[in-house]
C-alpha cells in the first residue's frame, strides 16, 4: 500500500473519534512517518477531493465519506499529467477554483486553437469535483465575436433584455448571465465585447449584481463565476477597469511549445475519441503517428483535431465501401501538407524512436482503451519506481525503521549492478542520441567531461552510458512533476564525500542550462555511478556480429549502412551479391572478409534469397564459428537483430527475435485481433518433402498412426519444397491459418518451431518428442477457458500467449521437456502471478531465498530473463522471491 493510500485509510478509521479533524503531526505520529511528507500527501488528498482542510492552529483534515469519492484520478489531474508543460496553468486554474469565497475569475490567454473552452470545460469539472459547483451547475459558453457587429444584440444576450427598451424588444428576454447562476459563464473572444459590456461586467463582477438592458430601478443579482478568453493582447484590447477584476491570468502554450510526448498523447486521445464516435477500433500506421507528431500544425490543437477527425472519417468510409476490411489510416492517405512531417530533420526521428517501437507498424486505439502500449517509449523502468514499488512491498509487510533502510539500501546497490552489467561494452555516446533531446544531451556530455576532470578519471563506457540515461530520466522526472528521493543519501554522502560533491556541481550545472530544480537526492544516485567507476562489477557480454548479403550492387551495403547510422554502431556489415557474380565468388569474398576482420564471434546471416542461404553451414564448415541464417532479409530484420546484438542477446536469442519480424507484415497479428484470429486458428504439423507433396502425405500417415491428438484441433499440413512459391511464403501464409507445433523435413529449415528429421520418423525415435508437444497445445487449449474465467486483471488468452513464450524460452536454455501436470501447474502458477501483480498483491517471501539463488544460479538467471518481456509487457516487475517459486517447477527433481 502507498504512503498516500495509508494516511487516507488512517483519516477514514478516525474520523469518527475525531469528528473536528485531526492535524498532520498527529497523522505522522500514528503511522511513524515524516511530518513533512504527510502533510504533502494530506494536501494532495485534499486537492484529489478525498479530505477536507480546516485552517487554524492547527490545521485539520477530515476525509470525506468513502462513498462519495471516486477512485478514478481526478479528470484535470489526468489532463496535467498528459500535458506536463500545462502543470502551471492547472495549477492555477485549481486554484482559482478553490479561491473562498466563490472562487476566482479566470482570464485564459493563447492563440487560436491552443484548447481554451476545452481548459475551461476542464475547469468546470474540476468545479463540479471539488463540490464547489453542484452537478447540475449550468456551464454556459458564448463567442462575443458572434455578435461583435451589433453591440446592443450582444449585450441583451448576455444581461437579458426589457420588453420595449429598444424596437424590436417584444418581449423580456433572459440573459446568459441569469441562466447561468449557480454555474459557470464562458466567453470566448471577450476582446470583441465592447467597452460598455466591459463596464458592466465589472460591476457584476464586483458587486454581484447587473440589470437588463432597458431596467433602470431595480438590480438583479447572481452566483456566477466568469471565466474569459482571448487570442489578443489584454492590455491593448481590454479596458484596465475589466482586467484588474480578473486576478487570475492563465497562459496556454502552443502546440509547437508543447513537446512531442504532449502531441502523442493529444494525438491517442482524439483516435480514441473518434474510435468512441464510430463505435469501432481504429488502426493507425506508425508512420501515419510519425506525420501527425511533425507536420506543420499551425492553428494548433484544434486543427490538430480535426486533421484527425478528416483523416477518421476518410478511413471510415473506405471501410464502408468495402474498399477496406478494417478501419485503417496509412499514410498515403494523408493530405501532403501532413505527410510532410515524416521528412522533417534528424532531431524529430530520434524523438520518434523514443515514442513508437520501431518494429511496431499499427498502432490501435479503442473507445474503451488505448490497446498498444509502447514498450520502448517514456522509459519509466528506472530507479525511481523500483524504490517506490520496494518501499511499498517492504511496508506492506510490517517492515519500517532501520531494517526498513537497510533492505532499501542492499536493494539500491542490487539494482546499480544489474543497470550498469546491462549495457553493452560496444555502445557509445551516439546511440543515446536516438531518444535523448538535444539540449539535455548536450548538459549529460558536459557533465560527464566535469566529472571526469575534476575526478581526474577517465569514466568506463558503460559507466558513462548509463549515467546519461539516468540523468535522462531524472531530468524526465522532474519535468513530469514526480518526486526523486534516495533512501541511501547519508550513506552515499558519507561513503563518498568526493563524489557527492562534484555531483552536486553536476546539480547546478543541470538547474543552470534546462532551468528546472534537482533535489538534493539526485546528487547521490549521480555520485554511485562515480564511486561505481572504481569498483569491478561483474560483466557478461555476448557478442554476435550481424552480416547481410543481397543480391545487387550496393543492396546490402546501403541497408547496413542505414542501420549503422540509426543505430549509432559499426556491428552490422553488407556484402554485395551482383547479379551475374557466381555464388562460389560471394562465399569466398564472405570468408575473406571473416578472416580479414579476425572474427571470432558467432554470426547471424541476413541474406535475401537462392544459394545464399547455404553460406552459413558454409562458414561453420571451415572455422569454429556458430552461425544462423535469415532468409527474405529486409531492413526491418536488421534493424531488429542490430539492436539486440548491442544489446547483449545470445545468437539464438536474436534469431528468434529476428524471425518474430515476419509478423509485422501480417496486419492480422495487432493485439486488438488476437483473441479473434487465435480462437480461429487450428495447429498444424507442417511436413516438407523435396520429392512431391505424395511423400509428405507418406509421413503424415506415419504421423497418424504413432501420434494421438484431436483432429478437430491439430491438423497434419504436408507442403512440396519444389513449387511455384519459396517454402518460406508458403510457411508464412500457413501461420496465417494455423498456429504451427512443428515441422517434420529431410533438412532444416530457417524456421522458429521445433523440426524433427525423416530419419527420426521412419524409426520412431521423435514419436514421443512429438507427442510431448502435442499434449501441451492440447493442454494450453484446455486451459484458456480457465483462465478467461478465473483472472480477473488481465485478458486470459493474452496471459497464456505470454506464457507460452517463457515455457518455451526456458525448457529451450535448460534443453529440457516438461511433464504435463508440471506445465500446467507453471502456467496457472505464472498466470496469477501476473493477475496478483496487477492487482497490487506482494509475493509471499521465499524461504531460504539467497541460498537457493546462490546455489542455482545459473536457472535464477535463466527465469529471470525470461520473465523480462512479461515484465515490459504488463508494467510489472517480479520479484527474486517469485522467481524462486518459479524456479522450484523447473527443478530437475521435478522435471
Known sequence: MKRIELILAKLREIKDLFPNGISALEIAEELNLSRANVSNDLNKL????????????????????????????????????????????????????????????????????????TFAGLIYKYAIEMNVKSKDSPFITFNCADYANNPQLLLGQLFGVRKGSYTGAD????????????????????????????????????????????????????NVLIITATTEDPNTTLLKTFTRRIPMVITIPSLKNRGMEERFNLIKQFMIEESGRLGKSIKVSVNSIKAFLSYNCENNVGQLRSDIQLACAKAYADFLSNRKDVIKINSIDLPLYIREGLYKEIEHRQLWNKLIDINKRYL?????????????????SNIYEMLDLRTNELKAKGIKGEHLEEEIEKDIEDYFKKYINDFSTKVDMTNIKNIVEKDVMDI???????????????????ISYGLAVHISNSIDRIRRNKKIVNPKLSSIREENKKEFSVALDALKMIERSIDISMPIDEAGFIAMFLSYNYRNVRYIQNDVKIIIIAHGISTATSMAEAVNSLLGTENTAGINAPIEEKPENILEKTIEYIREQKIKSDILFLVDMGSLTTFGKEVENISNIKTRTIPLVSTLHALEATRKSMMGYSLDEIYRETLDVN???????????YKENEKDKRLAIVTVCTTGEGGAKTIKGILERNLTFDKNVIEIVPINFIGKENVYERIEKLRNKYEIICFVGPFELDVNSPQFSLDDIIDGDCAKDIQNLIDAEE????????????????????????????????????KVNIKINILIGITLHMACVIDRYKEGKITLEFEGKKDYIKNNFN??????????????KYSISVSDDEICYLMTFFDSNNI
Open 46 to 117: 485534499v486537492s484529489d477531493g478525498k479530505a477536507i482542510k480546516i485552517k487554524g492552529k492547527p490545521t485539520l483534515f477530515i476525509a470525506i465519506d468513502e462513498e462519495n469519492v471516486t477512485s478514478n484520478l481526478s479528470v484535470i489531474n489526468k489532463f496535467s499529467e498528459a500535458n506536463p508543460s500545462l502543470y502551471s496553468a492547472v495549477e492555477q486554474a485549481k486554484a482559482a477554483i478553490l479561491y473562498p469565497p466563490n472562487g476566482m475569475n479566470i482570464l485564459l490567454l493563447g492563440e487560436t486553437g491552443v484548447g481554451k473552452s
Open 171 to 222: 418581449f423580456d428576454k433572459v440573459g446568459l448571465l441569469e441562466k447561468a447562476n449557480g454555474g459557470i459563464l464562458f466567453l470566448d473572444e471577450v476582446h470583441r465585447l465592447p467597452a460598455e459590456g466591459q463596464e458592466m461586467f465589472f460591476t457584476f463582477m464586483d458587486r454581484g449584481v447587473y440589470r437588463r438592458l432597458g431596467e433602470t430601478e431595480s438590480e438583479r443579482s447572481a
Open 364 to 380: 490501435i486505439f479503442d473507445k474503451d482503451e488505448d490497446r498498444e502500449i509502447f514498450e520502448e517509449g517514456t522509459n519509466d
Open 444 to 462: 549529460i556530455e558536459e557533465i560527464i567531461l566535469f566529472c571526469e576532470e575534476e575526478l581526474g578519471i577517465k569514466l568506463d563506457k558503460k
Open 663 to 673: 509478423s509485422l507484415y501480417d496486419d492480422n497479428v495487432a493485439d486488438i485481433d
Open 779 to 814: 493442454t494450453y487449449i484446455k486451459m484458456e477457458e480457465t483462465l478467461e474465467r478465473d483472472l480477473k486483471n488481465v485478458d486470459g488468452i493474452m496471459v497464456l500467449k505470454s506464457i507460452k513464450k517463457f515455457n518455451r524460452t526456458v525448457t529451450e536454455e535448460l
Open 859 to 872: 536457472l535464477y538467471k535463466i527465469v529471470k530473463n525470461a520473465c523480462a518481456p512479461i515484465n515490459t
